[in-house]
């Protein structure tokens, strides 16, 4: 048989090919010859063919039935064939192949074997694919070999018994005692993988940590070493680009990051060093860049003092700056880590984020999108809110819908004026239109409807925004839906904040039925319009063109459409009675916590849906509420009424106080609204309208007072007014105790007079502690609907010293602004 | 970038690119650094390397990556290092 060709040929000659058919021939042709060579046992030309199979496997073919050729190799004496015989063993066998085991008594001689160049080899080999089983059985030897004194061989030791400790933790220990010289190294390879397989030891096992903390004194030893590697000049063996061995330092940075991080001793040993390095290191090139972000990311995670802190965050916002990409893309993935934490110090940096936003690579523009809406906040709300909104515009259709949400949740937490959050909400709603979110529709109406000196402000931009463009779903609905509500407003034409426009009435039924008809509505805009339009019958004058246009609706293909349209018509023809009072203006809508069906609030101020879950602690029968009522005799007193009380509370009779009393006590399941003849809403009209979120805005400024002092005791009142009713006053009591004794068992009753209603609700707790140690917190509501001034009478019991105390008292200093 | 739970690194060399696979954990800059570091080596050992040397010499390619790094971790970094120790093993064959 003719010499088998050389590598270099068949090489060529595959090269050479033009088609994927005319290589796979030639492949085929040489895996024939070579499959016949090997089964001749031909020992000279073994090598050759291995390797001209391993370029075959590396170019995609199977070459599986070479593995055992491999093996043969290994075995051979001849350093070439080994070579070639453990490269195939890495390439080919892997530990799904049954075959690498043989190699295990292969490795174990060559171990032991007196070249360096051989044992170096087998210690790669089984470095990069040693099973557990290899691993197990070799430990020992690669142990022996860590201690030689061959550098050499010693770095290559080193990393595959880290490669060892991966794939079996157990043996970790008997590594232990070799490595307690490693670090003492001056050869900078050894020190180098020592350093990796103390990381890696570190990282696996928390003992492992803790004893290489306390004993071997490991922190001051990398940081002498670090030291000296800064502080030595210039060594030409390990120097790159004029900083002396950066994988080095990068190495022990990270280790020093593994044993710093929540142990103070440790991080306060490092602290002076990392910040020499991150001072001296320059950082024009690359490499000094790397050095710099590793002692970030250790400063980050260890528990350093905050001037460093700061000193880290600044070189991230220096590497904002710089030309490179990658550096940029680095700083902005580190600084959404830590902008949780170190919020100030980002701040600094806000103004270099918000360029990145313009920035022509996709991941930075991500990044820095994340990290601007992590730091929107009450001061910067305006400013950033004009770059974000300007981002939008101009980004990809992929950012749109985050930027959007980001921007909603953004400017309803911290928007400055209403006027403002709609017009920024109008702003992403025409710009973005189409990407929003769908719950974004009903938080919207929701948000409309509160602000109600906005209405007409509001109604009068969205028409103009329905005039100029209908293709936005999200726009349309909502501007459908508000001039359903608000046309009255839209047509008398009054608006304080802009140049009112003039609308007559048969423009906007135009522009409602435009809708209707057009194809770029759905569904749901259609309904939304359907029903608008039925409201404005209400509000305008003009019923019988809306009476033709929900009868044509009637008979639409559309069930949603025709079941509208159909109860719509009934109630023209048969409950005309009816129709002032159904489609009488919304009511300022509460949300909701719960993802029950909407609640619409009531003017006496009972939406208990989710609140008032707490069973409370203290059950306070319906006796001592009247006896509160019976001492404060003479006056007018409306009642008490808890909630949750298991037991019915006196009223003094009255059927809307019944309804309180069922509401209250119903305290579990949401109560539903029951229909009393002022309001109730058909159910088909809160199609659309999804639950909110319940909220209430902290009124601005009303001051708190105290109401009581007496005995040590003090309580204060603190304002809120509850949004959606104005009517409404959330007062939240603390209680605080300046004695040195705790008071138990305290409970707290108030009662106001009859023009008023008072909720209370379950307190924090009934235990006062010591000395200012902490407060009882508990919220009362009060509607106050004729705006009287509040006045109130409250009674204290509580267990003090082991003797009870009661005290009543009355409070008469409200301020003006809570009850007006 | 992000592959599973593995980084990406890579960088361009005219027509080639040479990619690392690494932890998420790890730092980007440095094993860039650690690539470059491995071209060099590469340019010096044959010799303003091309692609052609690569292809055709693949088994010393390897050798190299196994002086270099070793069970998934930078082993040596000294360029002058590694070129003894590749000239040395050069001369047993």
């Known amino acids: 048989m003719p010499a088998p060709i050389r590598l270099r040929e068949l090489i060529r000659t595959i090269r050479t090919a033009r088609t994927q058919a005319e290589e796979r021939e030639m492949i085929q042709k040489e895996c024939a010859a070579i499959r016949s060579s090997f089964r001749e046992e031909d020992n000279t030309y073994r090598c050759r063919n291995v390797a001209k199979l391993l370029y075959m496997h590396m170019l995609g073919y199977p070459a599986h039935f070479g593995q055992l050729e491999c093996l043969k190799l290994i075995a051979s004496q001849k350093f070439t064939d080994k070579r070639i015989g453990y490269l195939g063993a890495m390439l080919l066998l892997d530990e799904r192949q049954d075959v690498h085991l043989l190699m295990t008594n292969c490795i174990k001689n060559d171990l032991n074997h007196s070249t360096q160049y051989v044992q170096g080899l087998a210690l790669c080999t089984l470095g990069c694919m040693g099973s557990s089983e290899m691993c197990r059985d070799l430990a020992g030897e690669v142990e022996k070999l860590l201690k030689t004194s061959n550098s050499y061989l010693r770095k290559k030791a080193a990393l595959c018994a880290v490669h060892v400790i991966r794939k079996v933790p157990e043996l970790m220990e008997m590594f232990l005692p070799a490595t307690k010289n490693l670090l003492s190294e001056k050869n900078h390879g050894v020190l180098h993988t020592s350093v990796v397989l103390l990381t890696e030891m570190c990282e696996r096992s928390p003992d492992m940590l803790t004893h290489f903390r306390k004993n071997e004194k490991l922190v001051p030893q990398l940081v002498r070493i670090l030291k000296n590697l800064i502080m030595s000049g210039y060594s030409p063996e390990h120097d790159v680009s004029g900083i002396s061995d950066p994988f080095l330092q990068v190495r022990i940075l990270r280790l020093l990051r593994i044993l710093g991080k929540s142990d103070d001793d440790s991080s306060e040993a490092m602290n002076d060093i990392l910040a020499q390095v991150a001072t001296n290191t320059e950082t024009s090139k690359n490499v000094g860049n790397a050095i710099l972000y590793e002692t970030v990311l250790t400063i980050m995670d260890i528990k350093s003092e905050s001037g460093l802190r700061v000193l880290a965050i600044n070189i991230l916002g220096r590497f904002l700056l710089n030309n490179d990409k990658n550096i940029r893309y680095v700083a902005l993935t580190s600084l959404l880590k830590t902008v949780q934490t170190d919020h100030n110090a980002v701040q600094r940096h806000r103004s270099t984020i918000v360029d990145c936003l313009k920035d022509l690579d996709v991941s930075i523009k991500r990044r820095a999108m994340e990290l601007s809406f992590a730091l929107v906040n009450g001061n910067n709300i305006r400013g950033m809110m004009k770059e974000l909104l300007y981002f939008l515009d101009s980004c990809d259709p992929e950012f749109k819908a985050d930027c959007a949400s980001g921007v909603f949740l953004a400017a309803e937490k911290y928007a400055p004026s209403k006027r403002w959050h709609i017009d920024t909400i109008m702003r992403v709603l025409t710009t973005a239109g189409s990407y929003v979110r769908d719950d974004s529709v009903p938080n919207l109406i929701q948000l409309i409807t509160n602000s109600v000196e906005m209405h007409a402000y509001t109604v009068q931009r969205l028409y103009k925004a329905l005039l100029d463009d209908i293709s936005q779903q999200p726009l349309v609905q909502v501007a459908s839906w508000c001039i359903g509500e608000y046309g009255d407003l839209l047509v008398s034409g009054q608006c304080e904040e802009e140049e009112p426009i003039q609308v007559t009435e048969d423009e906007v039924l135009d522009v409602l039925e435009g809708l209707l008809v057009s194809n770029l509505s759905t569904p749901v805009t259609r309904g939304y319009s359907l029903t608008a339009i039925m409201k404005l019958s209400t509000r305008f004058s003009s019923v019988n063109r809306i009476k033709k246009v929900v009868s044509i609706y009637g008979s639409s293909i559309d069930v949603e459409l025709q079941q509208r349209a159909v109860e719509y018509n009934a109630l023209f023809k048969k409950y005309d009675h009816m129709r002032p009072a159904l489609l009488e203006r919304m009511p300022i809508m509460e949300k909701t916590a719960t993802n029950g069906p909407t609640e619409i609030v009531q003017t006496n101020g009972e939406t208990e849906s989710s609140d008032s879950k707490h069973m409370p602690s203290i059950a306070q029968p319906a006796n001592q509420a009247n006896d509160l009522l019976d001492l404060l005799g003479g006056h007018d007193v409306g009642p008490v009424i808890q909630t949750a009380l298991p037991t019915k509370p006196a009223s003094a009779g009255g059927e809307l106080l019944d309804l309180l009393g069922d509401l209250s006590l119903s305290g579990g399941p949401a109560p539903s609204p029951t229909p009393s003849v002022t309001i109730s809403q058909p159910p088909f009209l809160l199609d659309g309208l999804s639950s909110q979120p319940l909220f209430n805005d902290t009124a601005a400024g009303i001051p708190p007072m105290t109401a009581y002092n007496k005995n040590g005791l003090k309580i204060e009142f603190t304002f809120e007014r509850s949004n959606p009713n104005p009517n409404i006053s959330v007062i939240t009591i603390h209680a605080s105790n300046t004695t040195e004794a705790d008071m138990t068992d305290f409970v707290f009753q108030a009662a106001v007079p009859k023009t008023f209603q008072l909720q209370l609700l379950s307190p924090s707790s009934n235990v006062v502690p010591a000395l200012n140690q902490g407060n009882i917190t508990q919220v009362i509501r009060v509607l106050n609907p004729q705006k009287q001034q509040l006045r109130m009478r409250i009674k204290l019991t509580y267990t003090y010293k082991g003797a009870p105390v009661q005290d009543l008292a009355e409070v008469n200093n409200f301020p003006p602004q809570s009850w007006q | ?93």
Do not use: P, W
């Not at chain 2, 044959?46 to 990556?65: P, Q």
């Open chain 2, 1 to 93: 970038m992000l592959f599973r739970n593995f980084k990406i690194i890579y960088r361009r060399y005219a027509g080639l690119y040479f990619c690392i696979c690494v932890d998420v954990t790890d730092n980007n800059l440095a094993y860039l650094e650690g690539i470059h570091n491995f071209v060099e080596v590469l340019n010096e050992y044959f010799h303003n390397v091309c692609e052609l040397d690569l292809v055709f010499n693949f088994y010393k390619v390897y050798t190299v990556v196994d002086e270099m790094f070793l069970a998934g971790e930078i082993r040596e970094t000294s360029q002058t290092k590694v070129l003894k120790q590749l000239l040395m093993l050069q001369s047993l064959e």
